[in-house]
């Protein structure tokens, strides 16, 4: 089969297309062909192998698992003989962890792992997307800073994949939130459901007086000491990029001050708590209240160009690689 393999840590040259054996499904996996891939801020993360904490987990001179990749979407080509939940035919969804990648024609990975039912409503395309900004966002402003409805909610980073997700997860749970995106997004997000939106390019949210119950920096690009002045006195800083001085503010804040600084690595939650999340975004799904929003979609033989592209920092909403046939 087809997959793309990194070679070592680097530039999205490292990322090369190679013929690879089919996998076989162990007795209690199932075997996904591929429909589509997402890439994300996070794969390219991995692909240089940053940040270096990072490594102790995914490998320290080169990736672990070579083939890239994690969210994916796909219909079932053959089952374990343990398998009870899943049949031939059936079309899944999910996310591989710290296991085989998902840019390939074909994918094991066990029943019991991050893996569902995908809704007829969603595209492949769209399915793809689910685990990576829709979860870990509402893992963020659900389950660790329990956002209620009539709080103020930033998110910062508003047109990602992340952001896209949490603006409007944030107005199903109540919050009054605001945007913080460049000129050229400014519609999308408002369009998502923000009531205010900061063009970060003219404005800086830090400094111009307002506080918030939570602040999301999707991105990183914000540390907790420069947000602190912008939260409220019980606030919530959440960040999904971890480095050793965030790492030393969740310590700190977590004995220390009514303000706190959060991280969380979403994958690495119990699989049965991750489901629960996912069964609660389908329903959002399904009412309209939660959209995929896919800015660009490549091919397989285009991951370069997917990297390049998601490097940039400009994507707008999801990155795919498709490999419909």
């Known amino acids: 089969m087809r997959a793309i393999i990194t070679t ?25 062909k591929i429909k589509a891939a997402s890439v994300t801020r996070a794969d390219t993360m991995m692909r240089k192998g940053t940040p270096w904490l990072g490594r102790l987990f995914i490998g320290l001179t080169k990736p672990k698992y070579p083939i890239s990749g994690t969210g994916f979407s796909g219909v079932v080509k053959a089952v374990g003989k343990d398998v ?7 079309a899944v969804f999910g996310e591989s962890t710290f296991g085989a990648g998902t840019n390939a024609e074909y994918l094991c990975i066990a029943e019991s792992g991050i893996l569902t039912h995908k809704p007829k409503k969603l595209l492949h395309e769209e399915a793809a997307t689910i685990c990576d900004g829709p979860l870990t966002s509402y893992n963020f402003l659900k389950e660790m800073a329990g956002v209620q409805p009539g709080q103020s909610v930033l998110i910062n980073g508003a047109s990602g994949s992340l952001g896209t997700a949490a603006v409007q997860l944030a107005k199903h749970l109540g919050a009054e939130v605001t945007g913080v995106c460049s000129t050229q997004n400014i519609g999308m997000v408002i369009s998502l459901g923000a009531d205010k939106v900061i063009d970060y390019t003219k404005m800086d949210f830090t400094t111009i007086g307002d506080t918030y119950d939570v602040i ?29 001085s965030l790492l ?10 009514r303000k706190k600084a959060k991280f969380s690595a979403t994958g690495t939650k119990p699989i049965a708590s991750l489901l629960e999340l996912i069964t609660e975004l389908m329903a959002l799904v399904e009412s309209g209240q939660l959209k995929a929003i896919i800015d660009k979609i490549y091919s397989l033989e285009e ?23």
């Not at 070592?8 to 996904?32: D, M």
């Not at 009870?84 to 059936?90: A, D, P």
């Not at 991951?303 to 999801?318: L, M, Q, S």
Request: glycine residues 8%; hydrophobic residues 35%.
């Open 84 to 90: 009870t939940k899943f049949e031939v035919g059936n």
């Open 8 to 32: 070592k840590y680097g530039s999205p040259n490292v990322l090369q297309l190679q013929y690879v054996q089919k996998p076989k499904p162990k007795s209690n996996e199932i075997l996904v």
């Open 303 to 325: 991951i370069k160009k997917a990297h390049e592209y998601v490097d940039t920092g400009r994507k707008r909403g999801n990155v795919i690689i498709s490999l419909q046939s």
């Open 248 to 257: 030393f503010q969740v310590v700190w804040t977590s004995m220390f001050g």
């Open 216 to 244: 999301f920096d999707t991105v990183g690009k914000r540390s907790y000491s420069s947000c602190k002045a912008a939260l409220k006195p019980k606030g919530i800083y959440l960040s999904p990029v971890l480095s050793l």
